[in-house]
């Protein structure tokens, strides 16, 4: 069945790195752009990024746009998310999830609803 | 970049009675070229990932049960659950893909009164 699998979440220190993965099974992976969300404790959801099927295009959140990187293996079908100087405003539990609608039926650079997500990574930044 | 807003916060609504949220766009986010309005509607509870309800702003998503229906375009939209089950019990957020960043309304917590 269609699945996303989010780890590499944890504890990490403020100004530090961490690295996550979103783990495809189930569809071609190549075929979808795909994007990151999270969730702050009790705040509401905040889209952060998104990549290309091809992985030549990407989009972020003003809130993470040059500290933050999307990226994509579709070797591997991994999503990953790249975070460098986290805050303590980065904690939150972060989803990826599926674009809606398949690279051969999508306008150029077109993004839409996300249709499939995983359950979630938690990230917690603190001294 | 493309501001929601939601109302009401939250509501409480008897069991079996309609529950209605409505969601405005600070720009339109009907594209002319398709004709298609770029909104869609997300139920969240806790413990779980987003579940997408609605897209193209009227849209249900398959499996999703006929009593969620969405309405609306350009910058006004309207979300409803015509008969609310005790197990709609979560809160429901509108999206904007028209434009990034594609930005989340602030969400509408629905409960049983």
């Known amino acids: 069945q269609v699945q996303l699998v989010e780890s590499g979440g944890g504890v990490v220190q403020p100004g530090r790195s961490l690295r996550l993965s979103c783990a495809a099974s189930g569809f071609t992976f190549s075929n979808y752009a795909m994007h990151w969300v999270r969730q702050a404790p009790g705040k509401g959801l905040e889209w952060m990024a998104v990549v290309s099927y091809d992985g030549n295009n990407k989009y972020y959140a003003d809130s993470v746009r040059g500290r933050f990187t999307i990226s994509r293996d579709s070797s591997k079908n991994t999503l990953y998310l790249q975070m460098n100087s986290l805050r303590a405003e980065d904690t939150a539990v972060f989803y990826c999830?599926?674009?809606?609608?398949?690279?051969?039926?999508?306008?150029?650079?077109?993004?839409?609803?996300?249709?499939?997500w995983g359950k979630g990574t938690t990230v917690i930044v603190s001294s | 970049d493309i501001v929601m807003t939601q109302s009401p916060d939250s509501l409480a609504v008897a069991l079996g009675e309609r529950a209605t949220i409505n969601c405005k766009s600070s720009q339109s986010v009907l594209y002319s070229s398709n004709n298609k309005n770029y909104l869609g509607w997300y139920q969240l509870k806790p413990g779980q990932p987003p579940k997408l309800l609605i897209y193209w702003a009227s849209t249900r998503e398959s499996g999703v049960p006929d009593r969620f229906s969405g309405s609306g375009s350009g910058t006004d939209f309207t979300f409803t659950i015509s008969s609310l089950q005790a197990e709609d019990v979560a809160v429901y957020y509108c999206q904007q893909y028209y434009s990034s960043p594609f930005t989340f309304g602030p969400g509408t917590k629905v409960g049983i009164k």
């Open positions: 999830a599926r674009d809606g609608v398949v690279a051969s039926a999508m306008l150029v650079d077109h993004y839409y609803h996300m249709d499939v």
